[in-house]
């Protein structure tokens, strides 16, 4: 149980381009889902948390115009690129929680973007 | 906002012997303490977890330990096995329903 799927696991774009990442909750409602970017072997930054049928919350420093997140039911969240520039090129990560208030979260396998 | 400091860095041991992971917190406000291995182009994965009411748990050869008066808490891995090599994080939240904050990461390699 507690599966999180990621789609696409890799994209490359031109730079100007939008790109949109999946992020679903295969076997579970999630309340909660968080997204998270990762450098090359660095630590994992949180972007945002997004909660179902309201308004993502940003952290400090994350363009919410730049990274548009929806989180339309309980099992999917999608995290747009827009505009996409090289420095945007990076891993990331959604993860999930369940409801039921638990601290659990369950992470997704991760979407490779690389912008030319 | 948190801020979680983890060491070391990398951190090499000879298999069947223990590895022990340090980290720091500084928000008094964090109550879940959260241990992930990652490795190389994967997802992180969830090893072991600690809420702040708690002061040690185990899990096999794997145990975390909670220090709230001094913010820091630990992993330990023992009897060590070349699968355990992969690249660990700490992380704290608040509460249930904010991210993680992670530490930078320990590289663990497991000498054979």
């Known amino acids: 149980g507690a599966v999180v799927s990621q789609h696409p696991s890799r994209v490359i774009c031109k730079s100007g381009t939008s790109v949109k990442i999946e992020c679903r909750s295969l076997d579970f409602q999630a309340t909660t889902m968080f997204w998270y970017r990762q450098f090359p072997k660095k630590s994992l930054m949180l972007m945002a948390t997004s909660n179902e049928g309201s308004k993502a919350t940003y952290e400090q420093g994350v363009e919410k115009d730049k990274f548009l997140i929806n989180h339309a039911s309980l099992t999917l969240s999608t995290l747009t690129v827009t505009s996409a520039h090289p420095e945007d090129s990076s891993f990331y990560i959604c993860?999930?929680?369940?409801?039921?208030?638990?601290?659990?979260?369950?992470f997704g396998p991760g979407t490779r973007l690389t912008v030319l | 906002g948190e801020n979680v400091e983890q060491h070391p860095s990398t951190l090499s041991v000879q298999e069947g012997d223990s590895a022990v992971i340090k980290c720091t917190y500084s928000?008094?406000?964090?109550?879940?303490f959260p241990w992930y291995k990652q490795e190389l182009g994967k997802r992180p994965q969830l090893i072991i977890d600690?809420?702040?009411?708690?002061g040690e748990k185990k899990d096999q050869r794997i145990a975390v330990t909670l220090n709230k008066t001094a913010k820091h808490f630990s992993l330990h891995i023992t009897e060590t096995q070349p699968e355990d090599s992969a690249v660990y994080f700490c992380?704290?939240?608040?509460?249930?329903?904010?991210?993680?904050?992670f530490g930078k990461g320990t590289h663990l390699i497991i000498q054979p």
């Open positions: 992380a704290a939240s608040t509460s249930s329903a904010d991210g993680l904050t």
């Open positions: 928000d008094s406000a964090s109550n879940y």
């Open positions: 993860s999930a929680r369940g409801s039921g208030g638990t601290d659990t979260q369950y």
């Open positions: 600690i809420r702040s009411n708690v």
